[in-house]
């Protein structure tokens, strides 16, 4: 168990409003990630942060943005939600040593009108 | 071309059967490779991770053939308890994971 919990589990909200995601972490893992889940697409990485404030863009960045102002925190904001981004989004983490694997949280499952 | 493909399923067995699941990738620097596992709307969670020289945990199996580029997952003596979809995931930049799109596996009794 990482220790890992993502905040709020469920949401409904509306096309245009926006939205933050929270992951939160107690073991310090210098690797945390923003996955979407959809049905024949399998995990896409959204971001990934590599240490406190260094973030990166993965393959499906468009719309949202990301910050990391605490090892423990990783927020994942959606500016202006749209329709396109109801899916159930995991946070991961990893060590970050060779060899490492990820360890995930229980996701949010997020539905925008 | 997707960075990692697996047959989606659904493998449907009896229980105690046999199964196999191939997985295969398309960077052949790739370094790391794992199987995961999925239940019905819950997170991945590691099954295992796949060594060069093969490695085996209980019941399941994996190996790695970088020559082809593929991974396998063996289950013998399939449980109930087995039914789930399996992950494939790959590393190949370092600390990004490649994952495939899971094989869908219904152990019957």
């Known amino acids: 168990d990482a220790g890992i919990t993502q905040s709020p589990r469920h949401k409904v909200t509306e096309t245009g409003t926006p939205v933050t995601l929270r992951c939160h972490q107690t073991e310090n893992h210098r690797y945390m990630y923003w996955y979407r889940q959809d049905p024949g697409h399998g995990l896409r990485l959204i971001h990934y942060?590599?240490?406190?404030?260094?973030?990166d863009k993965g393959e499906v960045s468009d719309g949202y943005s990301v910050s990391r102002s605490k090892t423990e925190d990783f927020l994942l904001t959606l500016e202006s939600a749209t329709s396109s981004q109801t899916s159930v989004y995991f946070c991961a983490v990893s060590p970050g040593l060779a060899q490492d694997t990820q360890y995930f949280g229980p996701g949010t499952r997020l539905t925008v009108l | 071309r997707k960075e990692v493909e697996q047959d989606p399923g659904p493998f449907n067995v009896p229980e105690g059967a046999t199964v196999a699941f191939n997985c295969t990738y398309s960077?052949?620097?790739?370094?790391?490779f794992f199987w995961y596992r999925q239940d019905c709307r819950k997170e991945p969670k590691l099954l295992m991770s796949v060594y060069s020289s093969g490695n085996e945990d209980g019941r399941f199996t994996a190996q790695l053939n970088r020559a082809s580029q593929y991974i396998s997952l063996l289950i013998r003596d399939s449980k109930l308890s087995d039914s789930a979809t399996y992950l494939c995931v790959v590393n190949h930049n370092f600390n990004k994971f490649y994952f495939g799109s899971g094989t869908k596996l219904n152990v019957k009794p």
């Open positions: 960077n052949s620097a790739s370094q790391s």
């Open positions: 942060s590599y240490g406190v404030k260094d973030t």
